[in-house]
């Protein structure tokens, strides 16, 4: 799938919740590969802040990200949007220091990308592929996220307060096509016993009951609750039992954790790559949803590009028989056994070291190793295979490599490894020369990696 940035800007107005500032924020389409970025326009120089979880400072009522001194909060529904529409590239520009509550859910975000659509980009989707289980755990306060391998992007969340109006809830977004309809329009909540420390820090001067559900579930004297409303500046309510305060009615009986999905799925969207997996959150809050986040951006930033997924029980795209029609290599240097996938830009192949290999006698007697030049050679006949791709009747087409750059080695290769080529395109096919850049893989772990340029020349008869 390619990646996806907005058709057309559009702007949202209304308060911070924190600040009680009227704030405008424009949303504009971002070129391949930009990523979330936030822009403080009301700052000296404007400067632009990457929505990456690392750059997470503060996960108090909200997620806070900053670079140095310059901070932009309460950011996570937007990005729960942006994330839900499949969007990978877009700029925030935003004249506050945090996004406007507006009703306090995603719901207004989400009607405004629909309005202005989405434009498919040149670039191939770079998803982060849950492999293995993961978990982040906080045992003193019981909350959890569990990631489990899928095909698929799916939320599972379970929340409970100890409270009389809200214990057990659970919510789940088995797609996340889903979001806009079953998810978006939740609102943030607050507990009526939460309000006076909140106000007391100047966390919620734009907190009403237009932007947030309440919820009143410990006694509580009328006139402490007049006191409430007159810090907050809002008119005064009578409630005589526990219950949902609110101007709306619930969007659903189970709002909250259905919110509470919402905030995962916008601190998740701060890994900066769609992720393929199933989360499973268990009390889950900011705090707990950005360290998973940051988990998985350490690993990232270790090794940015992940291994190709490998099904040995799957049928190649090209078995040996077809490569052998295709490359004019023969035994002992035809050393690419299958092609397992193979996109617009790039191509994955595969070939299976054995200890009967025809070099290892002599490199090295005791101690097998593969050439590094031979991954070479085998990362460039893989290459050679995705630029036959673009061409009609490629049977009469040969593959000469011009150039190798930036060629590293970083870890042995022996007798039993399998090695997994991943080629890609660096940049588009012109007058028959190709720049490409090649990664080999043993497992999870990246084994060579070199850029090179071919040429693509018709054979003579």
Not at 363 to 379: K, N, S, Y
Not at 428 to 446: D, S, T
Request: aromatic share 8%.
């Amino acid at each position: 799938m390619k990646q996806i940035t907005l058709r057309a800007p559009f702007t949202v107005k209304g308060k911070g919740l924190h600040t009680g500032l009227v704030i405008e924020a424009e949303f504009l389409p971002a070129p391949d590969n930009h990523g979330y970025k936030f822009q403080r326009t009301d700052m000296d120089g404007e400067p632009v802040i990457d929505a990456l979880a690392e750059n997470v400072v503060n996960t108090q009522r909200g997620t806070v990200i900053a670079k140095g001194q310059v901070s932009v909060s309460t950011i996570e529904h937007a990005m729960a949007a942006l994330y839900s529409a499949g969007i990978d590239n877009v700029l925030i520009r935003i004249n506050g220091p945090e996004m406007p509550i507006l009703d306090g859910s995603a719901a207004i975000f989400c009607q405004k990308i629909a309005e202005v659509g989405l434009c498919e980009q040149k670039q191939e989707k770079d998803y982060y592929i849950v492999k293995q289980r993961i978990e982040v755990r906080n045992d003193e306060t019981g909350a959890s996220i569990v990631v489990l391998p899928d095909n698929n992007f799916s939320v599972d969340v379970m929340v409970d307060y100890n409270s009389p109006v809200l214990g057990n809830q659970y919510a789940a977004l088995e797609s996340i096509e889903d979001f806009a309809q079953e998810i978006a329009a939740s609102r943030t909540f607050v507990f009526v016993r939460e309000i006076e420390p909140l106000v007391k820090a100047n966390l919620i001067k734009g907190g009403d009951l237009q932007n947030a559900v309440v919820i009143y579930d410990s006694p509580m004297p009328q006139e402490q609750l007049d006191s409430l409303a007159d810090l907050m500046g809002i008119p005064h309510k009578k409630v005589s039992e526990f219950g949902y305060i609110q101007e709306q009615p619930l969007f659903s009986t189970n709002e909250p954790a259905r919110h509470k999905l919402l905030d995962v799925m916008g601190d998740l969207a701060l890994i900066g790559r769609p992720l393929k997996g199933k989360v499973i959150a268990t009390h889950p809050g900011h705090s707990i949803n950005t360290t998973f986040a940051k988990k998985i951006r350490k690993e990232i930033k270790h090794q940015d590009v992940q291994a190709p997924l490998y099904d040995p029980n799957k049928a190649p795209v090209m078995d040996n028989n077809r490569i052998r029609e295709l490359l004019p290599h023969r035994y002992p240097m035809l050393l690419v056994d299958k092609i397992i996938e193979r996109g617009e830009n790039y191509i994955v192949g595969v070939k299976n070291i054995t200890a009967n290999e025809p070099f290892f006698p002599g490199h090295f007697p005791q101690e097998p190793v593969l050439p590094g030049v031979l991954q070479i050679e085998a990362m460039a006949q893989t290459g050679g295979l995705l630029v036959l791709s673009t061409v009609d009747d490629p049977e009469l087409y040969s593959t000469y490599f011009m150039k190798i750059d930036n060629v590293k080695f970083r870890q042995k290769v022996v007798p039993g490894d399998t090695l997994i080529f991943h080629v890609s395109f660096m940049t588009e096919l012109r007058r028959g020369m190709a720049v490409m850049k090649g990664l080999a893989f043993v497992g999870e772990k990246i084994v060579s990696e070199c850029e090179f340029m071919a040429q693509i020349i018709k054979n003579k008869a």
